[in-house]
């Protein structure tokens, strides 16, 4: 049902019941006038007829015509006669007046009859005439007989009478009574009206108050109090409205301010957390730049060392140096891919590859590592193509084959490669370690987070491998799930876009493989301040069977083109003397050799701006501690490619 | 008012005769029982005349009892026998329960009209008996043409109304009517139709209407009708009752109650005295004009009843 508004309803109050008592005394003053008007009209005829019936006794007795024709001839001056018949009592007719009509043929009535002939209108009355009595106390009328005798009836009178004025006086009172009542009505809905806005207004105008104040609009209590009179029937209600609404403005008032503070202190704490994570990131970075420098050059004379040729102890002396070498690069290659993917200067290069490539380059890589532990690694052979960037994959697979190997004990490793029917290829690795309890499942890819390993054991690795996993493969967009059981193992299962093979893709690693030693003979200028890491990249590159020129500073570089030098290739370092950047150096090299020589550089700093910043220009950033397998992988890309199919802004390390 | 009161007083006398009479009821030995038809003042009057009078000529009171016809009845039923030297009958009831009961008693009925003592005499068999004797309520025609020479001397023409009882009289009434030098135009009627038609040409040949009793013709229905005809015609009514003279007749000649009570007490005492019961029928010997002064105004007449009275006891010599 519509729900009718305040307005409506309080009318509705008003004029029902007025409606209602109007029509009931209306109704009921009229039934008892018309009661009245046909009561009056009926006796009046009555005594009409009687009358006339009285007057006419004696001409009756006489039958005197004449007499009772003008009596009948009168009787139709009064109202409402239309017809007069008098009669004796053999039927005949002595006397009629008024217009002709139906009027009813009845015989000698003893007695009074009426009747109402309905489509004339007209009322008919009979009165029998007899003869008046009196009385005669004498002693002759002492006669049974004679006393029980009727009296001998004279004749009768029949009248004929109209309806016509008692109905229109009918009619007239109606008309009169609707008017009064409808005047009446009208009245009181004008009153009901007039009163009903004065209930009205203020209630409208406090539920404008209220909705206003719903809003918000405290003011508006402000605002209405000023028009305020003093005849509003509902001050108090207002007056408690407004101060509601004053309570409510405070209210807020101080919820804000408090919030206001809260936000302040909040913000503070942040700056404050963001100050020191940002001091956090600075000391890392630095700490971690400085490290890289001596690192860089340990690992870059390391290699170089092993080159040498050595007695059986010093050569497992060189393998162990390498390996702890190999093993802080790990670490510091883990912080720096940290950092890279936070700073998303990871620059995703999907395209078709066979995830064979991937496998053997994986079996190569840990198969030592597996051996050593006692593990079997097997990687089942697949012929699969997928769509993604085969070098971060790569890493995700190193990481998670990796782990597997550091949390088994026994048994062996496998990765394995399927088709699932949704245009999907599904890589697992599983393993048979330790696993892990499913409480710690969302856990163990989060930073630093070792199952197992609360004595921090380095060999055990850093605990960043699963966290750089998940962020990659965020970064890929690629699902990874992990299905483990305490003392079972694990198993990893990575979903990749399939697609068909694509054979006449020559894998880049593959070909580099095939020539292994084209980087014989060709010209490098080195650009490095630190002395021993200068000199440890041009041994290495030198034993490479490279020529090399070095230079310590831009300018000596600048010098070095000026004696004639024509590098095929530079290698400089990101930070320079003389506050220039690796990345200026190289343009103004270019500029000087008149062509785009290709160049690669190399820092120590893992600050997000920089990596960005050489990925803009076009170059390759390689991070120190530079592999050296890693260097001559690229210089051999950078020298065997046309400049224009150069890979740009491939950060590699 | 004072006709109120005079009924009031009435009744308490009344009541006390009455009274008187049924607390001793009479005994065999009473020598005079007044029979009264009913209660009516006018018996009342008359038992109270008779009674009068027979005190007033020594009867002694006790001699006299009182009843009315009803109780009489009941008494014969009960077989009580009922042996005075007279009875008076007052009235038709009582003169017929007097005449159909047991009684051996001479019979004095008085306030009778004639017709119905003829009737009674006619259907109770007695009309041989020597025992009763009764005094007319009815005027003699004579009597009445009498009065109207009397009153209105220039009346020849004399009207008179005749139904089925009163039919019998033309002839006489023709032959006093002539003996007072008017001449009768009488017309008989069956039905009261007949006498709406009959009169109004009845009234224009006459001088004078005289009202004879007959309950077809004079009633109370009747009166006032005839009355008004009679008036329009200006032709005047001489009646037989004073209710006539109150409803517009213009005179009356009638025998009050008391006078009859006291012609019947004077019967009764020759009884007493050992006279022998008089002729059957006798005629009032007293009576009474009335006139209405109003209607006789009207028809531009005035009368003095005393005068009128006078002159008629002078005429037949009565004291």
Redesign the interface.
Known sequence: MKTLDIRTRMLLAALLPLTLITTLLAAAFLTVRFDDLQTSYEQHNRSVVRQIALAS??GL???NGQQLQALAAGALHEADVRRVVVMN??GQTLASAGEAGPVPTLAMSASEQQGFIRQAGLDWLVQPV??????????????AV?ADRQ??QLGQVVMVFSRQSVDARKARMLITGGVIGGVGLLFGMALAVFLSRGVIRPITRITRLVERIGRGDFAAAEQLRDRDTDHDPLQVLQGHIHLMADRLAQARGELEQQVALATQALREKKDEAEQANLAKSRFLAAASHDLRQPTHALGLFVSRLAQLPHDAQTGALIGNLEASVRAMQNLLDGLLDISRLEARAVQVNKRPFALATLFDQLQQDLSAEAAEKGLRLRLRPTDLWVMSDATLIYRVLLNLVGNALRYTERGGVLVAARRRGSGQVVLQVWDSGIGIAPEHQQAVFAEFYQVGNAARDRTKGLGLGLNIVQRTVNLLSHSLTLASQPGRGTRFTLCLPWVASQPFLADDMARDKAAPDDLAGRSALVVEDDTLACSALAGLLESWGMRVATAHGPVAALQCLAQGEMPDVIVSDYRLQDGLTGLQLVQQLRQQLGQTTPACLMSGDTDPAVIQAVQAAGLTLLHKPVRPAKLRSLLRHLLMTPPGQRPTGAALS | MTRTLRLLLLCWALCLTGGVARAQPPEPSARVVIVSSDTAVAYAQAAQAVVDTLVRQGVARSDISQVFASELVLRQQSGLPLCPAVCVALGSEATRVLLAGPVKSPVVSALIPRRSFERLLRSSGKAGSALVSAIYLDQPLARQLALVRLALPQARRLAVVLGPESSAFAANLRVVAAAHEMSLQDVTVNNLDDLAESLPQLLAQSDVLLALADPLVFNSSTIQNILLSSFRARVPMVAFSPAYVRAGALLALYTTPVQAGQQAAEVVLGILRGRPLPDRVMEPNDFEVGVNTQVARSLGWSFDVDVLRQALRRQERLP
Request: proline content about 8%; charged content about 35%.
């Open positions: 006794e004696y007795f006489a039958g009592s053999r007899y003869p008046s009595e009196v009385q005669l106390d004498d002693l002759f009328e002492k006669n004679e009296p001998n």
